[in-house]
């Protein structure tokens, strides 16, 4: 069974940047397609990025634009979003997931059967 846990959330005014973290553990990480997504009260859980296994081509939600970074290594088990020029609305809880499958609708979430319980990121004037 894969287990995520996320870290690196926290509280940041606007403009600033975080970085979250996603350990797996127990599969074999680099064959994974990992992907970050969020949750703000009130409302469904949205795409925010993607990471491919073995190409690493990445994907990201339209409402990113270009401000975060998704990155993985492998030797670490550990998949990255870096988060930069935060803004008010990008508040909420972020959640790592992972699939082995290689398919081509990555912002489905319900192709991902993995899921961390979510590291919380809120961001202030």
């Known amino acids: 069974q894969v287990q995520l846990v996320e870290s690196g959330g926290g509280l940041v005014q606007a403009g600033g940047s975080l970085r979250l973290s996603c350990a797996a553990s127990?599969?074999?990480?680099?064959?994974?397609?990992m992907g970050w997504f969020r949750q703000a009260p009130g409302k469904e859980r949205e795409f925010v990025a993607c990471i491919r296994q073995g190409t690493s081509e990445t994907d990201y939600g339209d409402f990113v634009k270009g401000r975060f970074t998704i990155s993985r290594d492998n030797a670490k088990n550990t998949v990255y979003l870096q988060m930069n020029n935060l803004k008010p609305e990008d508040t909420a809880v972020y959640y790592c997931?992972?699939?082995?499958?290689?398919?081509?609708?990555?912002?489905?979430?319900?192709?991902?059967?993995?899921w961390g319980q979510g590291t919380q990121v809120t961001v202030s004037l």
């Open positions: 997931a992972a699939d082995s499958k290689y398919i081509a609708a990555v912002r489905d979430k319900r192709e991902y059967n993995f």
């Open positions: 127990g599969g074999v990480f680099s064959g994974f397609r």
